[in-house]
């Protein structure tokens, strides 16, 4: 039997195929060029909004058609578009109309690796009162360590700003944490304005280290096509180690996928702590896990506890999408079982308690293992990279008092959107990632519209100093104050913490979490905009 799949592995899939059109592209022009025509970029908003109207979750009691979002997406297809230009053009759409940071569309990421050029740089965000970018990795333009204060002629504090504007997201620290091969990217830097105007270079000026400190290196970076070295193997993405002289054994899960790996990677794992009497601390690592199925996490606190603990509340939407797509949760076993737990499933929305979801993923995790109970210290380690059911997965942890959280905020809000259904976009490289189902992962003031991630115990963001000496701030802490966990009588998943304050970055504006709109505030809203030309969404080749 399946489960209800609370998240994708949002950024790519092993299974995903490389698309027709590359073998569209000419020579010397850069894949993400290529034109769409009016007919081509119609075809593919008709589909979006025919498959988000019949199926998507935060649709319900929307006439899409009507949105002012959706206006301007469709004004916008009347001339041909460049492919770069159309897709951000939809994002922006998407998170006008949602705000949810699963709902986008995206490039076919095997596609993206084979045939976009990208600049030779790690370039990832830093926490702190301002944006900030830095490299990560020695090339033959960029030295580890090197600050970007400039990038075709817009500032970091101007991309980040372009990020939020074109990104679906829910709070800033999803974007903060972004794929690093995305700010690189010939897509990215088309669509930013950050391209010479021969198409084949970007501009930059690094903040160096020198003899007297930081001083500026201008450069101009070539794009290029990464090389061609054959297939390199997937690696693993569940792995551990046990580190004897600190007593730490360290669980390593990049992605939330459950199936025989991860299952003999975990028995492995718990039977070699249970057999070593020097380990009395582990640590769970999510932070670069975007999702995935959250049955990891039953079979992972099956060796922390026995009793009931608090989950999660899911109004899930039903379709014939979305049975066409996870059909064992519509199988008559399925729905039986449902019923069997006081479920009704006769309306197009049905509500699934936390209690439920607690014995329904039981039933599916099977027998807890015969080993003893871990009764040591847990941290998790978390950052904006965590995310759809690895946020959960901390959520969970954290909302339980099973362990201490250290790191960075997740990138979602505590309650968000999931049960994702994947399209193929039609005359285009594209995914459209669409949620069926709303997950309230509830604080201790569920109504307090203002909580914007679940924030760790122990804020330990990565410095630039860190990167430099190539040390890891947040395993590195667990290991320097390894002391047993303290939880609070009255968690919070979402802040007030007294180890340290959470972020709020001075450039960042405090703002509410958007949810979504009842019929009336729609049909208010709409009457505000009606009259008013809006500004083109997208930019025309």
């Known amino acids: 039997m399946s489960i209800l799949i609370l998240g994708s592995l949002l950024f790519g899939s092993p299974l995903t195929t490389t698309s027709v059109f590359a073998l569209e592209q000419e020579e010397g022009l850069l894949a993400s060029v290529r034109v769409l025509t009016v007919d081509e970029q119609q075809e593919a908003l008709d589909f979006i909004l025919n498959k988000t109207q019949e199926s998507g979750y935060s649709a319900i009691g929307l006439d899409l058609e009507t949105e002012p979002a ?5 004004d916008s297809t009347s001339v041909p578009t460049s492919h770069f230009a159309f897709s951000f053009g939809l994002n922006r759409m998407l ?14 990421a095997i596609l993206a690796e084979a045939t976009y050029a990208t600049l030779d740089l790690c370039l990832s965000w830093l926490h702190g009162e301002e944006p900030r970018i830095i490299n990560s990795c020695e090339t033959d333009f960029a ?4 600050l970007v204060t400039s990038m075709g002629g817009l500032t970091p504090a101007d991309i980040f700003a372009m990020l939020q504007e074109t990104i679906p997201h829910e709070q800033d620290f999803f974007l903060l944490a972004l794929p690093q091969s995305w700010l690189v990217r010939e897509d990215f830097l088309s669509y930013f304005g950050l391209l010479n105007d021969d198409s ?16 500026d290196v201008s450069i101009s970076i070539p794009l290029a096509l990464a090389p061609t070295n054959g297939t390199k193997p997937l690696p693993s993405f569940v792995s551990f180690e046990v580190q004897n002289e600190t007593s730490t054994a360290v669980f390593k899960l990049d992605a939330c996928i459950f199936n025989a790996e991860y299952m003999a990677v975990l028995q492995d794992f718990w039977s070699t702590v249970d057999a070593n009497e020097n380990v009395n601390t582990v640590v769970l690592d999510l932070r670069e896990n975007r999702g995935g199925d959250f049955l990891v996490a039953t079979t992972f606190l099956q060796y922390i506890t026995r009793d009931p603990y608090t989950l999660f509340d899911i109004k899930q939407r039903q379709s014939d999408e979305f049975c066409n797509q996870a059909p064992a949760l519509c199988d008559p076993q399925t729905i039986g079982f449902l019923q069997s737990l006081g479920i009704d499933i006769s309306n197009e929305v049905y509500d ?8 329904f993923l039981s039933q599916i995790a099977g027998s807890p293992s015969s080993l003893d ?4 210290t847990l ?16 959520g969970v942890i954290k909302r339980n008092n099973f362990g201490t959280l250290v790191g960075t905020p997740t990138g979602n809000t505590p309650s968000f959107w999931g049960n994702l259904l994947r399209f193929s976009v039609p005359n285009t490289d594209l995914i459209y990632y669409l949620t069926t189902s709303r997950t309230e992962l509830n604080s201790t003031d569920v109504n307090d519209e203002d909580l914007d991630a679940i924030y760790p115990d122990i804020l330990v ?17 667990v290991m320097e104050n390894n002391t047993p966990n303290t939880p609070t009588s009255s968690p919070d998943i979402s802040g007030a913490h007294s180890t340290s304050p959470p972020i709020t970055p001075q450039w960042k504006k405090s703002k509410k979490v958007k949810k979504k709109k009842d019929a009336k505030k729609k049909k208010d809203a709409k009457k505000k905009k009606e009259g008013k030309k809006g500004k083109r969404l997208l930019k025309k080749t």
């Open 379 to 394: 941290y998790v380690l978390t950052s904006g990279a965590t995310f759809s059911s690895a946020h959960l997965f901390a």
């Open 70 to 74: 959706v206006l301007l997406m469709r």
């Open 200 to 215: 084949a270079s970007v501009d930059l000026i690094l903040a160096r280290d020198g003899e007297e400190g930081l001083k």
């Open 95 to 108: 998170h006008d109309l949602f705000a949810d940071a699963h709902v986008r569309v995206e490039v076919d």
């Open 352 to 359: 699934l308690p936390g209690s439920a979801s607690s014995i």
């Open 143 to 146: 030295q580890v360590g090197d």
């Open 461 to 477: 963001p990565t410095k630039r100093d860190d990167i430099l000496a190539g040390r890891d701030a947040q395993l590195e802490y």
């Open 373 to 376: 109970l871990f009764n040591g």
